[in-house]
């Protein structure tokens, strides 16, 4: 479906047919920071019908979604069997249909996997991507009357049943109040015809890195939820047993994360801005890799990142952009010592000869 906004002037496509900006991505950005721009986010649109929609739900999937009260968000994430990230869904109810907006390529993957999950359920479900139109914009903005439903981010505070692993001090999520409205296709053309500011995705990428909001554009084959910090909004720690349950509890009572989530300040002195996929380095050693990456209005390059547990928080690491060094600083958002929330003692092996 092509995108009302591309008649807006100035209009550049991003790889999802949505606008990547309309010619000045940074004052696109601080419009869109300060409430006086709408984003539109291309995101995919799922729905689930029937009256065991929310049971079925938080049966196989990471949140307490039972007995959701219409117009509430929340966020889940459906792991594999080893704790793995394989979708993740922006979820609100409106007292008949579950709504569930993810990544534009995960739309039709994720309502291919419910539907192998319904068994003798009663529940139906639908991918709506082509149905409706999903913009987005922080507290300020003017959203439109007649959206299907609106989506409110909880990331700006731990959810109930939640845990956040990044200090609770001066963190960036405090400011974060993002809203997403699903409309029609017919609202999303008024508003675009209208004279209401835009934005594209270069702006929005840049506020998400910003503040340290995970997306599962930032998930590899590998990631598990404590690595993004990703318990803060989509994992309930004391519902009842889902796909991969065990290996959150185990990692986050008595392990640690194998890996953890940076904000990466980027000199940005050549101009150059590392892609996500580079791998991070310390020295010519590969510790990590970039996630994502964008031009903040205040903070200048950053990017997020996922690097080994053990690594220094002070070194300073490098990262290649075409034939660039591009150097880095990091801000830890996940610390080393995330997990072992349950302090269990460690036992003396058996036999072991305990010295006085």
Same mark, same amino acid.
């Given at each position: 479906?092509?995108?009302?906004?591309?008649?807006?002037?100035?209009?550049?496509?991003?790889? !999802?047919?949505?606008?990547?900006?309309?010619?000045?991505? +940074?004052?696109?950005?601080? $419009?869109?920071?300060?409430?006086?721009?709408?984003?539109?986010?291309? $995101?995919?649109?799922?729905?689930? !019908?029937?009256?065991?929609?929310?049971?079925? $739900?938080?049966?196989?999937?990471?949140?307490?979604?039972?007995?959701?009260?219409?117009?509430?968000?929340?966020?889940?994430?459906?792991?594999?069997?080893?704790?793995?990230?394989?979708?993740?869904?922006?979820?609100?109810?409106?007292?008949?249909?579950?709504? $569930?907006?993810?990544?534009?390529?995960?739309?039709?993957?994720?309502? /291919?996997?419910?539907?192998?999950?319904?068994?003798?359920?009663?529940?139906?479900?639908?991918?709506?991507?082509?149905?409706?139109?999903?913009?987005?914009?922080?507290?300020?903005?003017?959203?439109?009357?007649?959206?299907?439903? &609106?989506?409110?981010?909880?990331?700006?505070?731990?959810?109930?049943?939640?845990?956040?692993?990044?200090?609770?001090?001066?963190?960036?999520?405090?400011?974060?109040?993002?809203?997403?409205?699903?409309?029609?296709?017919?609202?999303?053309?008024?508003?675009?015809?209208?004279?209401?500011?835009?934005?594209?995705?270069? /702006?929005? &990428?840049?506020?998400?890195?910003?503040?340290?909001?995970?997306?599962?554009?930032?998930?590899?084959?590998?990631?598990?939820?404590? &690595?993004?910090?990703?318990?803060?909004?989509?994992?309930?720690?004391?519902?009842?047993?889902?796909?991969?349950?065990?290996?959150?509890?185990?990692?986050?009572?008595?392990?640690?994360?194998?890996?953890?989530?940076?904000?990466?300040?980027?000199?940005?002195?050549?101009?150059?801005?590392?892609?996500?996929?580079?791998?991070?380095?310390?020295?010519?050693? &590969?510790?990590?890799?970039?996630?994502?990456?964008?031009?903040?209005?205040?903070?200048?390059?950053?990017?997020?990142?996922?690097?080994?547990?053990?690594?220094?928080?002070?070194?300073?690491?490098? +990262?290649?952009?075409?034939?660039?060094?591009?150097?880095?600083?990091?801000?830890?958002?996940?610390?080393?010592?995330?997990?072992?929330?349950?302090?269990?003692?460690?036992?003396?092996?058996?036999?072991?000869?305990?010295?006085?």
């Amino acid at each position: 479906m092509p995108t009302p906004f591309a008649s807006r002037p100035g209009f550049v496509a991003a790889d !999802t047919g949505v606008a990547a900006h309309y010619g000045n991505p +940074l004052a696109e950005q601080r $419009l869109l920071d300060r409430g006086r721009a709408v984003v539109e986010l291309g $995101l995919g649109v799922v729905t689930v !019908t029937g009256p065991d929609r929310l049971s079925w $739900l938080n049966s196989i999937t990471s949140q307490l979604l039972l007995g959701l009260v219409p117009g509430v968000s929340r966020e889940t994430l459906v792991l594999d069997a080893s704790g793995r990230v394989e979708h993740a869904a922006r979820v609100v109810d409106d007292g008949t249909a579950t709504w $569930l907006l993810t990544e534009p390529a995960d739309a039709a993957p994720l309502a /291919a996997w419910l539907d192998t999950m319904r068994f003798m359920l009663r529940v139906e479900v639908a991918d709506r991507s082509a149905d409706f139109v999903t913009l987005g914009r922080f507290d300020g903005a003017v959203g439109p009357a007649d959206a299907a439903v &609106e989506w409110v981010d909880p990331w700006s505070e731990v959810a109930p049943g939640g845990w956040g692993y990044a200090a609770l001090e001066a963190h960036p999520a405090s400011d974060w109040t993002l809203r997403i409205a699903v409309v029609e296709p017919g609202t999303a053309a008024a508003i675009a015809a209208s004279d209401v500011a835009a934005a594209g995705l270069l /702006a929005y &990428e840049a506020l998400r890195i910003a503040a340290w909001r995970p997306s599962l554009s930032d998930v590899d084959e590998r990631t598990i939820p404590h &690595e993004l910090d990703w318990l803060r909004s989509a994992v309930h720690l004391s519902k009842g047993c889902y796909r991969g349950q065990e290996t959150v509890a185990k990692v986050h009572n008595l392990g640690h994360p194998p890996r953890r989530a940076v904000l990466l300040h980027l000199d940005g002195s050549d101009a150059v801005l590392p892609v996500p996929g580079t791998p991070v380095l310390l020295g010519e050693n &590969e510790v990590g890799r970039l996630a994502a990456s964008a031009v903040h209005h205040e903070l200048g390059p950053i990017g997020l990142a996922v690097v080994k547990r053990s690594l220094d928080p002070d070194a300073t690491l490098t +990262l290649h952009a075409d034939d660039v060094v591009v150097t880095a600083a990091q801000q830890v958002i996940v610390p080393p010592g995330a997990g072992a929330t349950a302090n269990v003692p460690r036992l003396p092996r058996l036999g072991a000869v305990r010295r006085s």
